[in-house]
C-alpha cells in the first residue's frame, strides 16, 4: 500500500489520491495533479512532496492559507499519518501505512509564568514534643 489522500469537498463527495509522483501540486488550476473547485483554494494552493520515507506539506503562498489539523500552516512541515489538511470547506486526510514511527510532535510552548509565592511553613509552639 502506498501513501494517499482522501479528499472530501464541500458537497461531502470523497475521492482518493495516491501520492505517486515525487511532488503532488494541489489548487483550482487545471494544471495541479489534484484540482479542487473550492473558491477559496488559489490556482497553485500547496503541494506534497516525497521526503525521503516521509512527505513534506508546501502551502505555496496562498491567499487564504493552507490549514493543517485546523493550525494555519506557515511554510512547509513533515505530514504524519492521520493529518487533516484543509483549504476552504476541501479536506484532505493523509495516510501512508508506510510511514516510520515519529515520536508527537512537542506540544506548542506556553508563556512562561512565574511560580506562585508559596507560603511560609508555620508549626506551632511545641507541635511534635510530648
Known sequence: ????????????????????????TIGRASSNIIQVADEKASRQHFRVEKAGERFRL??????????????????????RPGDKLSVGKTVFLFE????????????????????????????PEGAGRR
Do not use: W, Y
Not at 7 to 19: Q, V, Y
Not at 58 to 79: A, E, F, I, P, W
Not at 114 to 122: K, L, R, T
Open 1 to 24: 500500500m502506498m501513501a494517499k489522500l482522501t479528499i472530501t469537498d464541500n458537497s461531502g463527495k470523497e475521492r482518493i489520491h495516491e501520492l505517486v509522483d515525487d511532488v503532488t
Open 58 to 79: 508546501v502551502d505555496l503562498g496562498s491567499t487564504n492559507g493552507t490549514r493543517l489539523n485546523g493550525v494555519k500552516l506557515q511554510g512547509q512541515v513533515l505530514l
Open 96 to 123: 501512508d501505512p508506510n510511514a516510520p514511527v515519529m515520536p508527537p510532535p512537542p506540544p506548542p510552548p506556553q508563556e512562561a509564568q512565574a511560580p506562585a509565592p508559596s507560603a511560609p511553613e508555620v508549626h
